[in-house]
């Protein structure tokens, strides 16, 4: 089967790990997947996942951006490319926009047509004039989508409505490669210089409105008048990195947190650290929550965040609105003991990669 993925790009956001996990574990005898996309590389350059994409033998695709300015010639687009490759179906990850896509595809005849949710919310949807075109768009996108589904609950109602059915594929992760692991811990540490005592605080996402960093800084100021041998470790790219430098500036901070770029190996980072701090204005069902609940640390999310998202115990969801600080605790179980909770396991990507099979050859 010939799938095409439509993404706006594919560099290192939600969407785009659940694409790559995905890709790096689908049977690739049976599915062939290419990706279409339309916004250009962060670094202005090449997507991050460029060339691993090369290797698995997935081409990317890109078209001009007009989903605003010229939906018709957008949607014209999308249908040649379909034509041209001749895809058995189109998997469209670009919200309420995904209307235009399969829109497209329709008109191609490309008869297996999956809309997928990665969200419950949408920044852009901040006035009555965008909740109408929304609604129109979620119109459009029922009347042409064959398969409907979501990373989870919140996020399916959020995109299809209330009532609609939808099939829920979990963000599966290799769960292996999140384990906790001590040695990891120390070498990493030693190589930041950071004590081996001391509480170490981290978040993973996208410098935009939405992942909410400066009351990230606000929350770990707070935390660190109290304990000034603590440590804040932020790993992102984004339009607002510069606004976060600031803020950071701003509180004195400059020594303790450690600002970094998009990491490969990312999961060094869980290990090296205490407690994951996800004060996002909204999500889906994040991946790096559930990477860090894969590792058994401490995670203190937004109450934005679906309660579906809690694997463990140790997760809490804490209002904006609320004192942070008096949440952070350090458990006193063993790190590595989350990793064979049945939750955790039902994120393992080989299982979710099998689902997705099945719909697809549904």
Sequence with gaps: MKILHIIGG?????????????????????????????????????????????????????????RFRHPRRFMRDVENVLRDGKYDAVHSHIDFMSCLTLSAARKAGVEKRFSHSHSTNNSKINNVAMKLVCKVLRRGLNRNVTTRLACGKDAGEFLYGKGKPFTIIRNGIDLQKFRYNANTRRMMRAKYDIDEEAIVFLNIGRFEVVKNQEQLINIFADYYRKDKRARLVIIGEGSLEQNIRDKIASERLQDVVLLLPSQDNVERFYSMSDIFLLPSLFEGVPTVGIEAQANGMKCLFSANVPSEAKLIDDTEFISLEDNWTSHITISGRKRGDAFSEPSVQAYNIENTVLKLEEVYSA
């Design 10 to 66: 594919m560099d290192r956001g939600g969407a785009e790990l659940y694409i790559m996990n995905t890709l790096r574990n689908i049977d690739r005898k049976k599915f062939h997947c290419d990706i279409l996309t339309f916004m250009p590389p962060r670094d202005g350059k090449e997507y991050v996942f460029a060339n691993e994409l090369k290797e698995l033998g997935v081409k990317i695709i890109k078209v001009e951006d007009n």
